[in-house]
């Protein structure tokens, strides 16, 4: 053999050997600010590396010549940060919507939603066939947390409840939930008694399953606490913890003398903040944490200013879904002039308790109780309106982003695998064109989503809403 065609062949093998050397990647995205949301930190020359569904690197933009990626995503001037978390939706409104509620799927993609937390509904066994579909990579949709059917006391309004009717009944009830690999627990106050309500929060906090609710009246807000309940959903029930009086008006209801509603109004005239402080300082302490749905709870309230008829999101939901919205509005419809006033101090006061539980050190988890039933409260948007209250309400964008992104993965105890752009963790991104840190509105600037380690440019993730508007339209 001659020289040169030896040396030939060895460059030859060199170069496959710097190839072979060169580590296999799926996509590599490159050169855009990573946004760390925990520490409200970027970086900037960053590239992100992915293998199937995980973040298998995270390097210097000088490195990216180590990897050898099947797809290469140049991102300068872009901000990258890990998929936003609604950890308050519902599937439901019967069988015959459950398309219509699939259809629901791809609208949290396209805005950026890469995991939803299920509060139940009357669709369990569907949303529970969906988790394992979406997590399959059979479905594209968010992947999904539920909390299957939730736990009510004897004959409640809610359809799809396991009914609880003493606490020797919890066991049992916890037992259908542990066979059905539930997320977490869901109990709601309609019917249940207080005595099983907090006996359904002892025993599951005994089996280690988390658990997120509504107050019943009857108890006093500590007790629940004290009683291990994770998250409080929905931030105006948190009112009674702003007054003196709480323990009298907790005994009044006891005696059938005051509604839900009057202890609300009471607690706004004796409000007190010492008193609010003190008991989110303890609420802190037992590690239960608030779930506001600030934003359905304002469209409620401001019904009577905003009719929403023309709102064109509506395009994006199925006539049955809507149909579901008509209850809220009728019932808000007969309310006088006083009882609107009393909606909007109701709403207002509670937005309001925002930085209090911060400053208290409460876990805010963003959620927005998004799906059939809450009028106008839309799939996907709705968690961009929402984290865009807790600003217009006193959060930093920072903790706003917080609340969307590294609070949930904590309640489930997920953080190995989300909250932040970290080797080992999700491949689930938003690639913004603006900083969420500066502004918290960017979180709507949404040039690329991946779900899963799956890319969806501007352009599919436009495909994926007119799709679901044409379903909509009935062109298809
Ligand atoms: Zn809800």
Partial sequence: MKPLVTAMLVAGVLAGAQAADKIAVDVALTQATLIDVASGTRSE???VLLKGDTIVAV???????RYAPRQTITLPGKYLMPGLWDTHVHFGGGEALIEENKQLLPLYLAHGITTVRDCAGDLAATVLAWRQQIADGKLAGPTIFTSGPKLEGRKPMWKGTIEVGSPGEVGKALDTLQAMNVDFVKITENTITPDTYLEALRQARARGMRTSGHLPGQVPLA?????????????SYLLRATTPREAELVQQVVAGKLTGREVMRLSLESYDEATARRAFRHMAAQGTAVVPTLWGSRITAYLDQESHHGDDFLKYIG?????????????AAQDG?????????????????????AQE????IAGTDAGFLNSFNYPGQALHDEIALFV???LTPQQALQSAVVNGPRFLSKLDRYGSIQEGKAADLLVLNADPLADIGAT????????????HDRARLDRMLEDTRRKVAGDQ
């Fill in 444 to 455: 709507r600037k949404i040039r690329m989503v991946v779900s899963r380690g799956e890319v």
């Fill in 392 to 394: 217009r309400y006193g």
């Fill in 319 to 331: 006539t049955g879904l809507r149909a579901t919205y008509a209850w809220r509005v009728q019932r």
């Fill in 361 to 364: 050190g409460v876990s805010i």
């Fill in 59 to 65: 390097v210097k933009d000088a490195e990216l010549k």
């Fill in 45 to 47: 020359g960053q590239t």
């Fill in 223 to 235: 007790r629940a606490f004290e009683a291990g309940l994770g998250t409080v959903e929905h931030q």
């Fill in 337 to 357: 002039p006083e009882a609107v006033a009393l909606r909007h101090a109701l709403f207002e006061k509670s937005a309001q308790l925002l930085p209090l539980l």
